[in-house]
């Protein structure tokens, strides 16, 4: 089943630092960071003129071509009793059209360069009517091509320059590195269950392992991001180890690309049979006509999905995504958004002497572990997410959306901002998407080269809060929610 095309959103506006307290996430003063959405376009008259002498140029020769058919000596020989015959004979009379047309043009343009341009640039505007319809590269294809938005953001943003140093390559495939942090490096972890999910991790065949301490991680984050300091605030800034620890996995699968797990998860399945994988995403009805190794570029799981009306006592969202494990390419927009919120809010809205954070108009104390899920965890990143998808369906013409899914029963309905009706797990003109078109998925649901896996995927095996069947397959990874990022706050 395809989504249908939605309503879009606009993105919040970037920081422009009001007030001596704002920090300007850009490198200049005084510099308007607001979008700028215009884009050059040809001038009506020119377009007006070019189509018209097209137009009259194929109408003369076609027209041509047929009155010397029908005036060729060859037609006494045709009978009319058979028009397929004539039929047959005509692609032999304007098979030169084409030929006739670029011999024809030159001769008949303007040589005002300024109208029509060169030769070159007339002859391959002809050439563009002629479109093979079996080209894969053909126009409908070409609609499909995720344009970033990040052009639309002021070139010192700080999100152009993330995009700037490390550029989203489509073509590219994920990294098989595999990327864990802790608080000690390896030597010093007695605990034999983390051990134990360490080692499933490190004995992932033709994956490089990686296991960072904290040292560690400050030592890449300042090598990496050297070029720019607000971030480097940012990370200093943070008042607990567990908002670092959240910002690293972002910066570090941001810059490198691979695949992020939390110290407390143990692999079920080889990462070489996840569904991101070409044979499998024809399995699952996700691929294209050619499947790519590279055709996804991030791979997300399903954290809490619970429909009862006491949802906000257990999870943050009512369909929270999972970011204990990632898995993405190198310069991600996803994760580039998600570092920009990070830093705007710890830069702009929080508050070291008050000790509290504003986040979307409301206030978090650090006593709280709701203030953790909003401003580095699961809240935010399903957030952004959201905003993400929603961004890509506005601006994307034909966007690849794949769902296999049946439409859910929903027996507790809850608004948001990204979800004001009834919706179902299509995305309709003018409803946004949100939870709702990921609710009850039993099958990974693909939009653009956005995976977003099914809850059984990344939560494991024999979870009571999954109330619906799953396949289990699809068990990749299993969560044991030991607490561990507690002992880091």
């Avoid at 000690?184 to 034999?192: G, L, P, R, V």
């Avoid at 051990?195 to 560690?216: A, F, G, R, T």
């Avoid at 971030?231 to 910002?247: A, G, M, Q, S, V």
């Avoid at 608004?415 to 179902?424: E, I, V």
């Amino acid at each position: 089943m395809f989504f249908k095309k939605g309503f879009g959103f606009v993105l919040d506006s970037p920081v422009t630092s009001p007030s001596s307290t704002k920090f300007n996430l850009h490198r200049g003063n005084g510099i308007n960071l607001q979008p700028n959405w215009n884009f050059t376009k040809p001038t009506l008259s020119k377009l007006i003129s070019k189509r018209i002498l097209i137009i009259l140029i194929i109408s003369v020769i076609v027209i041509s071509s047929i009155i010397n058919f029908l005036n060729n000596s060859n037609i006494n020989n045709i009978s009319i009793d058979n028009p397929i015959e004539i039929i047959n004979e005509l692609p032999n009379s304007i098979s030169s059209v084409k030929d006739q047309m670029n011999n024809l043009l030159p001769k008949t343009s303007p040589s005002n360069s300024n109208n029509l341009g060169d030769d070159k640039e007339r002859l391959k505007d002809i050439d563009d009517l002629f479109v093979d319809t079996d080209n894969p590269t053909s126009t409908e294809d070409k609609s499909r091509l995720f344009k970033d938005y990040v052009e639309n953001y002021h070139p010192e943003d700080l999100r152009s320059r993330l995009a700037s140093s490390f550029p989203y390559d489509r073509n590219s495939i994920i990294p098989k590195k595999i990327w864990q942090t802790w608080k000690d490096n390896s030597d010093k972890i007695n605990d034999d269950k983390i051990l134990k999910n360490i080692k499933s991790w490190k004995s992932q065949q033709n994956y490089e392992y990686n296991l960072l301490d904290d040292k560690s991680i400050e030592s890449l984050i300042i090598d990496t991001y050297i070029d720019f300091p607000e971030i480097l605030k940012t990370y200093e800034k943070l008042p607990l180890n567990i908002l670092r620890f959240d910002l690293s996995r972002y910066l570090i699968l941001y810059a490198f690309g691979g695949l992020y797990t939390d110290i407390d998860t143990f692999r079920i399945r080889d990462i070489n049979y996840w569904a991101d994988v070409p044979e499998f995403l024809k399995k699952y009805k996700l691929s294209l006509e050619n499947s790519q190794e590279n055709e996804i570029g991030l791979l997300l799981g399903i954290e809490g999905d619970i429909d009862k009306v006491d949802w906000k006592f257990r999870i943050s969202r009512r369909v929270q995504l999972c970011q204990w494990t990632l898995k993405a390419k190198k310069g991600h927009p996803v994760l580039r958004e998600v570092i920009y919120r990070i830093v705007d809010l710890t830069l702009n809205e929080y508050n070291p002497k008050l000790n509290h954070v504003k986040i979307n108009k409301e206030y978090f104390t650090l006593h709280s572990i709701y203030t953790i899920l909003e401003w580095t965890g699961p809240a935010l990143f399903t957030d952004v997410t959201f905003k993400h998808l929603n961004k890509l369906n506005s601006e994307v013409e034909n966007l690849v959306i794949l769902n296999d899914n049946e439409n859910p029963q929903i027996k507790h309905l809850t608004f948001d901002s990204f979800h004001q009706d009834r919706n179902s797990v299509d995305i309709t003109k003018d409803l946004m998407i949100g939870w709702q078109n990921f609710t009850k998925m039993d099958k990974p649901i693909r939009i653009d080269d956005v995976l977003i896996l099914p809850i059984n995927s990344f939560n494991g095996i024999d979870n009571p809060e999954i109330s619906y069947e799953t396949d289990i397959e699809l068990n990749y990874v299993k969560h044991e929610f030991q607490g561990t990022w507690k002992s880091l706050v």
